[in-house]
């Protein structure tokens, strides 16, 4: 088969989990074809290669045959630079979480520089507690409380619309003028660090105030923080820090 060329959401990668069925495999390629990924890597797959998963791909067969086969979780994201995990369920434990609009802002803005996973669950019973600790963001698509679980392929279809509507903004030229390079999950991770220990240094965050802590990752997770923008704020911080240890104090 000829070679196809780079589709317009090359960067991202899809990991479905235990797929229990193969139709549900093959709807998933057939949707990546749509939006222009290809990127497919299953974790141990009930079912496959299967004829049920070709029949259903209609044609998206390029995928299947490019498609990862792996044992765990880990081994499907080892080269990813972040990982969003999907789930029907609102979760009790306070994840980080993201609107799937947002997952797709930040994913498309890496376009081309990051390898991004979605990765989503078990049409049986989702992803584990474990499994969603491997995540850097949780996402949860919007729907009726009462009725929230998506077929997979429907919830992968949804995640990757809005991903490349992002990503065909992106490449639009009025789209392109203000986008700095996103900083990476473990540049905000170390900013959120620098963050606490100063606040805390300041008495301003008192011990156990995970609350209020969390308040502050939201409200930076939603303005998707560029390298620069890091660098500028963790400038600020050391700046505060000089001036509380006296250093930046003038005689
Ligand atoms: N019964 C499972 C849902 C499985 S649906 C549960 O209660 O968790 C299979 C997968 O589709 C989920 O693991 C998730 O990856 C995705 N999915 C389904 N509905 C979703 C939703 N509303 N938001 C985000 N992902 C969803």
Redesign the pocket.
């Known amino acids: 088969m000829a070679a196809r060329p780079s589709g317009t959401l090359h960067f991202l990668r899809v990991v479905l989990?235990e797929p229990s069925h193969p139709g549900n495999i093959g709807a998933v390629a057939r949707v990546m074809a749509n939006m222009g990924a290809e990127d497919l890597v299953l974790i141990r797959p009930l079912e496959f290669p299967s004829p049920v998963a070709q029949a259903r791909a209609s044609g998206a067969d390029w995928i299947l045959e490019k498609a990862g086969t792996c044992l765990t979780l880990d081994e499907a994201i080892a080269d990813c630079d972040l990982v969003f995990?999907?789930?029907?369920?609102k979760r009790s434990v306070d994840w980080p979480s993201l609107e799937?609009w947002e997952v797709s802002h930040g994913a498309s803005l890496t376009g081309g520089r990051s390898r991004v996973a979605i990765?989503?669950?078990?049409?049986?019973?989702?992803?584990t507690n474990t499994e969603l600790d491997r995540c850097n963001y949780l996402?949860?698509?919007?729907?009726e409380d009462d009725f929230?679980?998506?077929?997979?392929a429907?919830?992968?279809t949804?995640?990757l619309y809005e991903a490349r509507k992002h990503a065909l903004q992106r490449d639009r030229p009025e789209g392109k003028k203000d986008l700095g390079e996103l900083a990476s999950a473990g540049e905000v991770a170390r900013f959120y660090g620098h963050l606490e220990s100063i606040l805390c240094g300041t008495g301003f965050l008192k011990d156990n105030s995970p609350v209020l802590m969390r308040k502050l990752y939201r409200l930076f997770n939603r303005v998707h923080l560029t390298r620069e923008e890091v660098n500028i704020l963790r400038g600020v911080l050391s700046s505060v820090r000089e001036c509380t240890t006296g250093r930046g104090q003038k005689p």
Do not use: K, M, Q, Y
């Open positions: 989990v995990g999907t789930t029907a369920r799937p990765v989503f669950g078990r049409e049986s019973s989702g992803l996402v949860r698509i919007p729907v929230s679980s998506l077929n997979l429907a919830a992968v949804v995640i």
